[in-house]
């Protein structure tokens, strides 16, 4: 059977081959997306859903905007790294998919609700949509299976020395999450940057010979040169992907048990995750944590999903 998910996202290249993955891959079955600010404007990442729905052919799957600024600070957007679209690259279509009125948080309420079984959520975004939802409705915490993140890292950030993007744009976001008790899976930067979209990977996207794997690689092609020039990657990490992976079979994704804190006050370090993987703080476990990825199997995975969906549409 396989793991009823909804993805909590900010598209946002990697994000957007996230979508495709979950869409393309039998293991998951994608119940909705829910768009949040982070990347750029909440009205840019939904209208970027919108557009990846309409040239990968996901339909059925409601699309659903929700918060607009995190719950305390200030909106930033990561533009640098993504452009003023927030999926900068390709010409994409209007897109034929439309958003339902319903709030993000309301839609994954309803869902977890409804849905017979519990539900795992997987957010690649800022933590605000995830926050509000375990706020808001709080007895809706026992209808997750579990939350598989992208954010964070053992080891230092890139939007900060100490931060990583995600977490760094709402911080107190993500210390509803982290203590929250719904077991919470980290899939932070140090494991998000095995997932390297090399030019092997980037010619075997253009060997499927799709419209749709035309479009990844020019997602992959802008990415590319937004690594290369912020931070001298000579490949650009496909953050997002890795966690939809760890749902799909965890054993790409290798884990350990360790407390998690989000520093919310550090003058230089707020935002940053702070992991504990040898009990110095004496605080209880309350994530596992990705370190390795198996990037064979990883690889397979998105390519195959890209090829399914990309096959459908031809
Ligand atoms: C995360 O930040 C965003 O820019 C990416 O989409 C990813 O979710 C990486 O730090
Ligand atoms: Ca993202």
């Known amino acids: 059977m396989p793991v009823p998910i909804i993805i909590d ?47 990968a052919g996901i339909t059925g799957v409601p699309i659903a905007a929700g918060c607009a600024r995190p719950l305390v600070q200030p909106l930033l957007v990561a533009d640098d790294v ?54 808001r409705y709080p007895d809706c915490a026992a209808r997750i299976r579990e939350i598989v993140l992208m954010g964070g890292s053992t080891k230092g950030g890139n939007r900060t020395p100490a931060a990583e993007f995600n977490v760094y744009v709402d911080p107190e976001a993500a210390d509803v999450v982290f203590r929250s008790g719904v077991p919470v899976t980290m899939c932070g930067l140090n494991v998000t940057h095995q997932a390297l979209a090399t030019p092997g990977v980037l ?30 990657f000579a490949s650009p990490p496909l953050h997002d992907p890795v966690a939809v992976a760890r749902v799909i079979d965890p054993a790409i994704v290798q884990c350990v048990d360790a407390s998690v804190a989000v520093e ?35 690889w397979d995975r998105v390519i195959t999903a890209i090829d399914v969906l990309g096959s459908r549409r031809a």
């Open 203 to 232: 010619a075997r996207l253009e060997s499927l010979d799709t419209e749709l794997a035309r479009i990844c690689v020019q997602l992959m092609t802008y990415f590319a040169a937004t690594y290369r020039r912020l931070w001298g």
């Open 82 to 135: 993504h452009g003023t679209s927030g999926m900068d690259g390709p010409q994409f279509p209007e897109p034929t998919v439309d958003a339902v009125p319903e709030h993000a948080v309301d839609l994954m309420h309803r869902i977890l609700t409804e849905h017979p079984e519990p539900v795992t959520l997987v957010p690649t975004a800022p933590l605000t949509n995830i926050a509000l939802l375990l706020t």
């Open 9 to 55: 996202c900010d598209p946002g290249h990697d994000d957007a081959i996230a979508l495709m993955l979950a869409a393309g891959d039998p293991a998951v079955e994608l119940l909705a997306i829910t768009t949040v600010a982070g990347n750029q404007t909440v009205e840019k990442t939904t209208l970027n859903a919108r557009r990846i729905c309409t040239v």
């Open 264 to 298: 919310l006050r550090g003058q230089y370090t707020r935002g940053a995750t702070v992991v504990d993987m040898h009990q110095y703080l004496d605080r209880p476990v309350n994530a596992r944590v990705a370190l390795a990825l198996d990037s064979e199997r990883f």
